[in-house]
């Protein structure tokens, strides 16, 4: 083990504590107040700059902090920070009634309600304020209820969210773009276009970019160009792209003519990595489907949801499967967004389960019931049923934000175990871990001969076969960084000869600090990342930033997807595309509105 560095003076300090090695070598001496820190440990230095002078931290910006040690250095002006400004005057009743009229307007927005929903609010608080404090009812007097108030409100609320997000965005070290077009609202196709962004200290923002409407952008090259207006938009340069995570559409991944192939040309830079592709994260469930759907089950099931839905919605053993399906996309629902969810491990395996009683409800109305019949059928419903709950629970695990890329990529790879386990099953005719299926063949076993074959193994093989080809193609890319990936995650386990030749220096040091050992036992990742010296562990630092910016799950783009589903009626009103992109940003954002700049500059034209 090295030295105990923690009683040696450490360059950084002077930037982040104000306070330079002493000519006698011992202690820290503070800039600001001349004192020497006798204690030359870490926690002794930040105790005294924080207690002392804490309201230096004014000075955030490199920049700023670095003039204001020079500025120390030569004992100018104790240098001290500058007064805070005066707080706001509180707001006065006009302004109060404008911040109800925002709050109100987001609440909407987020709920998914109609402009028109206001005044209906408004009727509400009305009636209870006459109940209960009738000398206050006159205060919605002063809140502007009308249709374009409300959409006005949302407007701004949306302008200052990407404002936001565009500060952030200038301090990204690296970033990643997450690609969505499996949106839809009524006719029309969008891309959503999502960005997750890493800081010098390591904080991740994810946060929607843009809408992008596909009816307007149809081509490869005009979709392309919109995404890069997007960046530009936002400060964002190409070289600091490190990830594209999309889904496996042909116009997202198609061979030299897809969306990914131009991003990747277009951002190739002597100083960055190659950007990392993959494409599995983002509706998982749903574009797996179709790779394991033999015999169009899915389209069968669709036609018995459809008759339940109209002539059977009073019968009392549906009464589970039809709240499932309101608490997913409301009473009404269209054609797509129905057979979206009937692609879902969880609706198949409902359904299955259900399927004694809906062929008696088929047969009560004289509906075909061929399917219960068919020996083949059966079989290839309970495969289906079975493997998508395997999906279900790997996209589960992919729906956890906040572990970053090296775990969700642990998950990914114990899934192509698990493929690889259930391929010899099958081929033994095992059904241990396909229960739905091995309850099929049981049934089955009951009105066949000894001597018939109830399932043909090779028929299923050949699915998981194309399903672990799939997966492979996928997250091709996620394995040609995987000792990044495992550097980056086990930073202490990982052996310096294997890990790349520039990183051997610092990952040898790194291990031998006993300091850095106990920080990354009591922290999480971020955290210990986020607290290594960028002065000492450049190389390393910036391994950290390019992995943290890679998208670790499908968390926003379920959340956006989620929030379409659910309102598919509302959204699929005449909107402009900008109400559409700001409906979208305030249901998937985590950035609060700043409120009081929005209602003092209410009167401002937008910019």
Not at 26 to 55: F, Q
Request: aromatic share 10%; glycine share 4%; hydrophobic share 40%.
């Amino acid at each position: 083990m090295e030295v105990d560095e923690s009683r040696v003076f450490r360059a950084e300090w002077t930037q982040r504590y104000l306070v330079v090695e002493p000519p006698e070598g011992e202690g820290a001496l503070c800039l600001v107040c001349r004192r020497l820190v006798v204690a030359t440990r870490e926690r002794d230095v930040r105790r005294h700059y924080e207690a002392e002078h804490d309201s230096y931290e004014r000075y955030a910006a490199e920049g700023e902090r670095a003039a204001l040690v020079e500025r120390l250095r030569r004992g100018e002006a104790a240098a001290a920070p500058p007064p805070p400004p005066p707080p706001p005057p509180p707001l006065g009743p006009a302004e109060r009634a404008a911040r109800a009229g925002l709050g109100l307007a987001r609440l909407l927005a987020r709920q998914g309600r109609g402009w028109a929903e206001g005044a209906f609010v408004r009727q509400c608080l009305e009636e209870t304020l006459r109940a209960v404090l009738p000398e206050h009812a006159g205060v919605l007097d002063t809140i502007d209820w009308s249709l374009d108030a409300a959409r006005q409100r949302v407007l701004s609320i949306h302008r200052d969210l990407r404002g936001q997000l565009f500060t952030r965005a200038k301090a990204f070290k690296a970033y990643s773009l997450a690609l969505d077009d499996q949106a839809f609202v009524a006719y029309e196709n969008y891309l959503l276009v999502f960005v997750r962004g890493v800081s010098q200290d390591l904080q991740v923002h994810e946060e929607l970019l843009t809408v992008v409407n596909l009816t307007r952008h149809f081509s490869v090259g005009a979709l392309m160009a919109a995404v890069l207006e997007a960046l530009r938009a936002a400060g964002l340069s190409l070289q600091r792209m490190v990830g594209l995570s999309t889904t496996h559409t042909l116009r997202m991944v198609g061979e030299n003519s897809g969306l990914v192939s131009y991003m990747r040309e277009k951002a190739v830079s002597p100083n960055c990595w190659n950007v990392i592709h993959y494409s599995g994260f983002l509706h998982l469930e749903l574009l797996s489907s179709y790779d394991v759907d033999v015999n169009q089950i899915i389209n069968t099931v669709s036609e018995w949801i459809v008759l339940i839905k109209t002539r059977g919605v009073r019968r009392p053993e549906f009464q589970a499967l039809l709240t499932e399906s309101e608490s997913e996309h409301g009473e009404r629902v269209s054609g797509r967004c129905l057979n979206n969810w009937l692609r879902k491990g969880k609706t198949l395996k409902l359904i299955f389960s259900l399927r004694k009683e809906i062929e008696a409800f088929l047969v009560s109305i004289g509906a075909t019931t061929v399917h219960f019949s068919d020996k083949q059928w059966l079989c290839d419903f309970g495969f289906l049923v079975d493997i998508m709950d395997h999906l279900r629970e790997l996209s589960e695990l992919l729906k956890v934000s906040k572990v970053f890329a090296a775990a969700a990529f642990d998950h990914i790879c114990t899934f192509e175990v698990k493929l690889n386990l259930l391929q010899r099953h099958i081929e033994e005719k095992n059904l241990t871990h396909f229960a739905a299926f091995r309850e099929v063949v049981d049934e089955l076993k009951q009105h066949l001969k000894e001597d018939q074959k109830i399932f043909e193994p090779d028929r299923y093989q050949v699915v998981i076969c194309r399903l672990q080809k799939e997966f492979e193609r996928h997250f091709k890319d996620l394995r040609f960084i995987k000792k990044d990936l495992e550097l980056f995650a086990n930073p202490f386990n990982f052996k310096p000869e294997y890990a790349p030749i520039s990183v051997r220096v610092e990952l040898t040091k790194l291990q031998a600090n006993t300091n850095l050992w106990n920080d990354y036992r009591i922290k999480d990742l971020g955290q210990f990342y986020a607290g290594l010296s960028a002065e000492s562990y450049p190389i390393i630092k910036g391994v950290a930033c390019k992995v943290a910016s890679l998208f670790d799950s499908s968390e926003i783009c379920e959340k956006a997807y989620s929030y379409l589903i659910r309102n598919q009626h509302t959204l699929s009103q005449p909107l402009t595309d900008e109400h559409l992109h700001a409906l979208f940003r305030i249901a998937t954002t985590e950035i609060e509105p700043q409120w009081d700049d929005l209602v003092r500059g209410r009167n401002e034209p937008n910019p």
